[in-house]
T-cell receptor, first 115, second 111 residues
Framework: ETGVTQTPRHLVMGMTNKKSLKCEQH?????MYWYKQSAKKPLELMFV???????ENNSVPSRFSPECPNSSHLFLHLHTLQPEDSALYLC??????????????FGQGTRLTVV | GIQVEQSPPDLILQEGANSTLRCNFS?????LQWFHQNPWGQLINLFY???GTKQNGRLSATTVATERYSLLYISSSQTTDSGVYFC?????????????FGQGTTLQVKP
């Protein structure tokens, strides 16, 4: 079992659909993140949650709605997406311990295709 | 914001060869990680190395924080080393764990 688990691994959705991506971490970390990896672009941070509180929103359109019910779970709710939102969505977690390790670990990713 | 530049962008090696990948960054950092992205998209942690030198089998890494660069060494490369290698940093002034990624180096190891 990996430390960070994402479901589903693949998702195809229409532009009028509503779907959710799920991320779960088993590492006891207090911070969780959503990153987006589009073709030919570097990974870009979307959202940061620290102890369930959103601490950063990197100018992400409102059609992406994150939810963090507790320190172990993170969701990304999707609605009325555009074809250009097709990408690999990666979840990560880290201990965010200012006095020690801040190493981030990533899940396997969800490959999203919007049709 | 901080800039992260990786070189070379692409690298083709014969199995058994050695290689060095470079990561330059434009500001002071408190976190630097090297990842290998496998064909299925998952980022595999290679090194957490904000400074100093570490080794793990055929891989080693060195970060010279004062000169703002890091190097990843791959020795005796194998076909399974193929994939994309990313360097990612967090600025020292950041308090969110936000990682900024380079564009990656795509490595192909031929048998």
């Amino acid at each position: 079992e990996t430390g960070v688990t994402q479901t589903p691994r693949h998702l195809v959705m229409g532009m009028t659909n509503k779907k959710s991506l799920k991320c779960e971490q088993h590492l006891g970390h207090n911070a969780m993140y959503w990153y987006k990896q589009s073709a030919k672009k570097p990974l870009e941070l979307m959202f940061v949650y620290n102890f369930k509180e959103q601490t950063e929103n990197n100018s992400v359109p409102s059609r992406f709605s994150p939810e963090c019910p507790n320190s172990s779970h993170l969701f990304l709710h999707l609605h009325t997406l555009q074809p250009e939102d097709s990408a690999l969505y990666l979840c990560a977690s880290s201990p965010l311990d200012r006095g020690g390790l801040t190493e981030a670990f990533f899940g396997q990713g969800t490959r999203l295709t919007v049709v | 914001g901080i800039q992260v530049e990786q070189s070379p962008p692409d690298l083709i090696l014969q199995e058994g060869a050695n290689s060095t990948l470079r990561c330059n960054f434009s500001d002071s950092v408190n976190n630097l990680q090297w990842f290998h992205q496998n064909p299925w998209g998952q980022l595999i942690n290679l090194f957490y190395i904000p400074s100093g030198t570490k080794q793990n089998g055929r891989l080693s890494a060195t970060t010279v924080a004062t000169e703002r660069y890091s190097l990843l060494y791959i020795s005796s490369s194998q076909t399974t080393d193929s994939g994309v290698y990313f360097c990612a940093v967090e600025r020292s002034s950041s308090n969110t764990g936000k990682l900024i990624f380079g564009q990656g180096t795509t490595l192909q190891v031929k048998p």
